[in-house]
């Protein structure tokens, strides 16, 4: 059975392929998929709404199982900005640098650096059931970028128990300790028997 990833973002849709392999579900990207919205407007206030929202704007527009990952980081000391705005925080069309120059430009002279990422992933069946599940990763913003794996706010995140930010760190250990990782566990957890059972009746 296909599983639709309504993403656009490359970075995503490669950790969610390593963390999502089940057998009898072949996992295609918008990309691969003709017909779809080019963008989903993202504008529920949580990260909740947002993932459920671009999982049922390419489930209806393709009429495929369908998941969806929101995701962004929250800082402590700014009100747990950038949050759900965490892709356009310098702006619509800015680039993962922006989003990094801002965010420690916003955070100087501030002693308190605790943040979590945070990501929702959502799925969504033709016949109109939804699911979501959640999963966060606590740590630190340093004062200036350092590795050159992953995306977006890595270079700038330290996990707790680690002296590496996550742009240092491979993408198998990101994955083991990241929100998104830590959401897809519990999603595979709760939604690989019902998966099963979908891709055994269209069989
Ligand atoms: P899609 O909506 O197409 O999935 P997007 O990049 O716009 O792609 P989001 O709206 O969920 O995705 O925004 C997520 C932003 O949060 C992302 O652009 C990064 O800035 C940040 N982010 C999320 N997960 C991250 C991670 O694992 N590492 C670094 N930054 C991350």
């Not at 057998?23 to 947002?50: I, M």
């Not at 929202?53 to 929250?74: H, I, P, Q, Y």
């Not at 000391?77 to 420690?104: F, Q, T």
């Not at 945070?118 to 959640?134: F, K, M, N, S, Y």
Request: hydrophobic share 40%; charged share 25%.
């Amino acid at each position: 059975m296909k599983l639709l990833i309504a993403t656009r973002n490359r970075h995503k849709l490669s950790e969610l392929r390593q963390l999502f392999d089940f057998p009898g579900l072949l996992l295609v990207a918008a990309d691969e998929v003709s017909g779809l919205p080019e963008d989903v407007v993202e504008d529920a206030e949580t990260f909740a709404g947002n993932a459920l929202k671009k999982a049922w704007e390419l489930c209806r527009a393709s009429g495929l199982w369908t998941m969806a990952d929101d995701s962004g980081l929250e800082v402590l000391a700014l009100g747990n900005a950038p949050g759900v705005y965490s892709a356009r925080y310098a702006g619509e069309h800015c680039s993962y640098a922006d989003n990094n120059a801002k965010l420690l430009r916003e955070l100087t002279g501030v002693t308190d650096r605790r943040a979590r990422f945070r990501c929702v992933i959502a799925l969504c069946a033709p016949d109109g059931r939804e699911w979501t599940e959640a999963g966060d990763c606590r740590g630190v913003i340093l004062d200036a970028e350092r590795g050159s794996q992953g995306f977006g706010y890595d270079p700038l995140f330290v996990p707790e128990g680690f002296d590496r930010t996550f742009a240092e760190l491979d993408a198998e250990t990101k994955n083991s300790i990241s929100h998104r990782g830590n959401a897809m566990r519990r999603a595979a957890a709760r939604w690989g028997g019902l998966l099963a059972e979908a891709a055994l009746r269209q069989a």
